[in-house]
């Protein structure tokens, strides 16, 4: 199980990352994009992703993994955080940051991992 201050922390740690309220949810953003919320429950996550990892994630687990209806057009899936493992979903907000970032920011972050 992950907690919701983990998702903030480690969100928050990425570079040039922010918290900024998305229609009353937690959203975090890079270059004014949005790579996660936090939804009103209290443990679900939307994360952005591409269409390959969502596919083979809700098929695989579909009880952790989910597509809202309204959803099935855009490259986020919801992430049930009770049962996911943290270091799968670092995983996984680390690659919606990456996905959205600058790509320079993105190779900097990647290169200060390697020293």
């Known amino acids: 199980m992950t907690t919701i201050e983990s998702v903030r922390h480690f969100s928050l740690s990425l570079p040039e990352s922010k918290e900024i309220n998305h229609w009353g949810k937690p959203s975090f953003r890079v270059n ?8 009103d429950d209290g443990f679900t996550l939307t994360v952005k992703t591409v269409a390959e990892d969502r596919s083979m994630l809700t ?8 597509v809202p209806d309204s ?9 049930n955080l009770t049962r996911v493992e943290e270091k799968e979903l670092k995983g996984l907000i ?7 970032a600058p790509k320079k920011l993105v190779n900097k972050y990647f290169e200060g ?3």
């Not at 098929?59 to 989910?66: H, R």
């Not at 680390?94 to 959205?100: F, G, N, P, V």
């Open 32 to 39: 004014n994009k949005i790579f996660a919320v936090i939804q």
């Open 94 to 100: 680390l690659k919606a940051w990456s996905s959205i």
């Open 59 to 66: 098929t695989l687990d579909p009880e952790t993994f989910k």
């Open 113 to 115: 991992l390697k020293e």
């Open 71 to 79: 959803f099935s057009n855009l490259n986020y899936m919801n992430i």
